[in-house]
């Protein structure tokens, strides 16, 4: 397997846990309330074999990340609304440009603590655990896919 394999299936990995973190950890931030600590699932801990000591790290690194994500999430959702108001306003395109750069490079700064946070977190699971939780991520999103398909057929 060539490096750029590797990196591309590492990138993957990462990806998986951020999409199954990001959301939990946005709405928390947004809403002030407990996020979904899919750790802390009994049934994913099973699904898994995690061990006392594994969810214990992957809680200490999270509790750890927390208030950073909660920061960068709060400064992502200023710079938002600032640049929504300049967009609806009469406002020069210079002006909007800088002000998207602003917003860009939060959002780029929120997802790079986030990132590491879930390399992290995936650097206490051993390897065979970490191949069962691409697995179970992408059963995961599959079950999630029909469940938005149904959603949208019964809408209609």
């Known amino acids: 397997m060539n490096g750029s394999?590797?990196?591309?299936?590492?990138?993957?990995?990462?990806?998986?846990?951020?999409?199954?973190?990001?959301?939990?950890v946005a709405t928390?931030?947004?809403?002030?309330?407990?996020p979904m600590r899919w750790w802390k699932s009994d049934q994913f801990q099973r699904d898994l074999g995690m061990t006392a000591d594994q969810v214990a790290k992957v809680d200490a690194i999270f509790e750890a990340t927390l208030p950073e994500l909660r920061q960068r999430k709060d400064e992502l959702d200023h710079l938002e609304d600032?640049?929504?108001h300049l967009i609806e306003g009469d406002i020069?395109?210079?002006?909007?440009?800088?002000?998207?750069?602003?917003?860009?490079?939060?959002?780029?700064?929120?997802?790079?603590?986030?990132?590491?946070?879930?390399?992290?977190?995936?650097?206490?699971?051993r390897p065979d655990q970490r191949v069962r939780?691409?697995?179970?991520?992408?059963?995961?999103?599959?079950?999630?896919?029909?469940?938005?398909?149904?959603?949208?057929?019964d809408g209609h």
Do not use: C, I, P, Y
């Open 5 to 24: 394999t590797r990196h591309g299936r590492r990138v993957r990995l990462v990806g998986a846990f951020l999409f199954l973190v990001a959301g939990a």
């Open 28 to 34: 928390e931030a947004a809403q002030n309330q407990q």
């Open 82 to 84: 600032k640049l929504s």
């Open 92 to 125: 020069d395109e210079a002006t909007v440009a800088k002000w998207v750069d602003k917003t860009e490079a939060a959002r780029g700064r929120l997802n790079k603590v986030r990132t590491l946070m879930l390399m992290r977190m995936r650097q206490v699971l």
């Open 133 to 153: 939780f691409k697995a179970l991520h992408e059963r995961w999103d599959r079950e999630r896919q029909l469940q938005n398909a149904r959603r949208q057929q």
